[in-house]
């Protein structure tokens, strides 16, 4: 999957700069963005601040360290003799 060029933080930033009240053409010149890929980040991260994002980020590897290890157990418990 093709990286993003721009961080989620400069993302949300540049929405931000959006809501403002900047015209949606100087920020896609200044930002070097098309309008596309403004209208699907608003679509993606459309009222989340910054600090949202980092504690939504936490969460996430969070979830996925507690997925690997529920794995973990099931695999264990599924190598035992059924009665």
Same mark, same amino acid.
């Given at each position: 999957m093709r990286r993003s060029r721009f961080t989620e933080s400069q993302i949300v930033a540049i929405l931000k700069e959006g809501e403002a009240g900047v015209a949606l053409s100087e920020l896609t010149r200044k930002d070097g963005?098309? =309008?596309a890929a403004y209208f699907n980040g608003q679509g993606k991260y459309g009222v989340v601040s910054v600090s949202e994002l980092k504690r939504m980020k936490g969460v996430e590897v969070e979830n996925a360290k507690n997925s690997g290890a529920d794995i973990k157990l099931a695999r264990r418990f599924s190598a035992l003799?059924? =009665?």
């Open positions: 963005i098309s =309008r003799p059924t =009665r």
